[in-house]
């Protein structure tokens, strides 16, 4: 079973590897338009966002599951809407 930070890193990797402007990773990710986190900050803001929403997750779900249904344990409407932006964030940057 993967882990949350696993998943985090398998997404965003780390503010470090992309920084890398140079490096073959970036200019592949360049090549095929996946958002590119910039700075730090960024890297901060989708990992706290990424690991509430895998908070959200039942027990036994995988990432897929969890995709078709992003709004699974989620109440209020702020939060329904957090969770669908980042499932849709996660889906178009594979």
């Known amino acids: 079973m993967t882990s949350s930070k696993d998943e985090i890193k398998q997404y965003f990797g780390t503010a470090d590897d992309l920084f890398n402007n140079g490096s073959e990773e970036y200019q ?6 996946i ?6 900050r960024e890297e901060a803001f ?11 997750r039942p027990v036994g779900w995988s990432r897929d599951d969890h995709l078709l249904n992003p709004t699974i344990n989620c109440i209020t409407i702020a939060e329904k809407k957090l969770a669908i932006a980042i499932s849709d964030y996660l889906q178009h940057t594979k």
């Open 28 to 33: 592949q990710k360049m090549s095929i338009n």
């Open 35 to 40: 958002p590119v986190i910039k700075t730090y």
């Open 46 to 56: 989708l990992t706290a966002a990424f690991s509430w929403w895998i908070s959200k």
